[in-house]
């Protein structure tokens, strides 16, 4: 895909971002914890969200769709398939449930494409098997096809050494099929969703005042249905408040959007870079929800190194952003890039390079010097993170991106926009 630089501004409201990823998948694996019929407006439709409703399809679940709009009716019991469960290119989906097939009886195998079976599940597997889950894997079961041999799962006091919502809410998710209350710790918050929303069905969770602590029971009786309206990815949205900062005289207003403080920590760094960036909230549900204006702004090196399991879906966005800030830009503590849809340090940094920035690589990061970018012809490495990201960069000096069907995992309207806005676009 060749997109060229734009010799205009900018300035618009766009209310169609994807909704959210996070949400969407745990409306649909939550659904599985009810009894009646579960809906959802403004479901994601992506990739990795369809291949969920298949999944829960073959476990026996009825799924009606009109659009965006889902409704979901979980069967009595749990069906065990007569198929491979595609998850896709999803860790979410594989990392959920693989904790929620663990206590239930049952066979299931658990697949990916190529980018997710390299991904490692151990992470997953190992506190699953510590508590009698019968899992089995390629690689002692840290790489998909993953089989699992649903059972009774022991109660479990576990402490997470990695900040990262899929191990919570997997871990969460065999609590309720295990025998008496299980603890889970974390050492740094993680994004809070799968809390905020099983609270709201009515769970057994018990949580710290400082969010870090889990006490959860089994289930005696099925949760509440759901019956939600999902807003828009705060994820997804940051690719255009960034185009909006980097492209000159430019305002972009983005409606409907997710502003959980777990979800919205990008947008604080990039407040510390000087970038003009409001938000204002509109209603507050299970979630808190607004819209975010962002205007063209002189941007300046930033240090990040706290809170960055809040923003490890925008990192490829801010590195953008540094490469076009005045100064240098670090980044530290971020080791788990390695291990996303693509090693995303070695894809920022080699892609950055080839732009004509002077990029350092650590192992938990990278220092970007602020410069000017060149176009270039980068590789996506399948990432649809990467693909968008290079493709916002592209809006003030051309690009040359290979392999952007990635790009409909998450957000299949996001070209779409791009031509809305007046971006020139060759295949």
Excluded at 282 to 297: K, L, P, R, V
Aim: with cysteine; charged share 25%; hydrophobic share 40%.
């Amino acid at each position: 895909m060749k997109i060229s630089a734009l010799s205009s501004a900018l300035n618009t409201e766009i209310l169609d971002v994807a909704a959210d990823k996070s949400i969407s998948h745990r409306f649909a694996i939550f659904s599985l914890l009810t009894q009646g019929e579960n809906r959802a407006k403004n479901y994601l439709l992506a990739g990795d969200t369809l291949n969920t409703l298949k999944i829960l399809e073959h476990l026996g679940a009825k799924v009606k769709r009109n659009h965006s709009n889902i409704s979901i009716i979980p069967p009595k019991k749990i069906l065990s398939p007569n198929c491979v469960l595609d998850c896709g290119n999803s860790g979410t989906a594989m990392r959920l449930m693989l904790g929620f097939l663990s206590g239930i009886s049952g066979f299931f195998v658990l697949n990916g494409d190529k980018y997710l079976n390299n991904r490692p599940m151990d992470r997953i597997c190992n506190p699953l098997k510590q508590i009698g889950a019968k899992i089995y894997g390629r690689d002692e079961a840290t790489l998909a096809p993953i089989c699992i041999e649903g059972q009774k799962l022991d109660s479990f006091n576990y402490e997470s050494q990695i900040p990262s919502a899929q191990i919570k809410t997997a871990m969460i998710l065999a609590a309720f099929n295990a025998n008496g209350k299980s603890i889970f710790i974390e050492s740094s918050l993680s994004r809070n969703h799968s809390e905020n929303m099983l609270k709201s069905m009515g769970a057994p969770l018990k949580i710290s005042k400082d969010g870090l602590k889990l006490e959860i029971s089994n289930l005696t009786k099925p949760l509440k249905v759901q019956d939600i309206n999902i807003p828009n990815d705060p994820s997804s949205a940051f690719y255009f408040a960034l185009a909006a900062i980097i492209v000159p005289n430019s305002k972009i207003i983005l409606k409907n959007v997710l502003l959980n403080p777990t979800r919205i920590e990008a947008y604080k760094i990039l407040q510390k870079m000087g970038a003009n960036i409001k938000t204002k909230i509109t209603q507050n549900d299970f979630e808190t929800i607004g819209e975010i204006s962002a205007s063209s702004s002189e941007l300046k090196g930033v240090e990040l190194k706290e809170n960055i399991a809040w923003l490890i879906d925008e990192i490829p966005a801010l590195a953008i952003a540094f490469s076009i800030a005045k100064g240098k830009s670090i980044l530290k503590n971020a080791q788990e890039l390695r291990v996303k849809e693509s090693d995303r340090i070695m894809a920022i940094v080699k892609n950055l390079k080839l732009c004509g920035i002077n990029v350092k690589e650590f192992e938990d990061g990278f220092e970007i010097e602020g410069g000017k970018v060149n176009k270039a012809k980068i590789k996506s490495y399948g990432d649809h993170r990467i693909a968008m990201s290079f493709a916002i960069l592209g809006l003030v000096c051309g690009m040359e991106i290979d392999d952007v069907e990635c790009i409909q995992t998450s957000f299949p309207k996001f070209i779409e926009i791009l031509v809305r806005l007046g971006v020139e676009i060759d295949y």
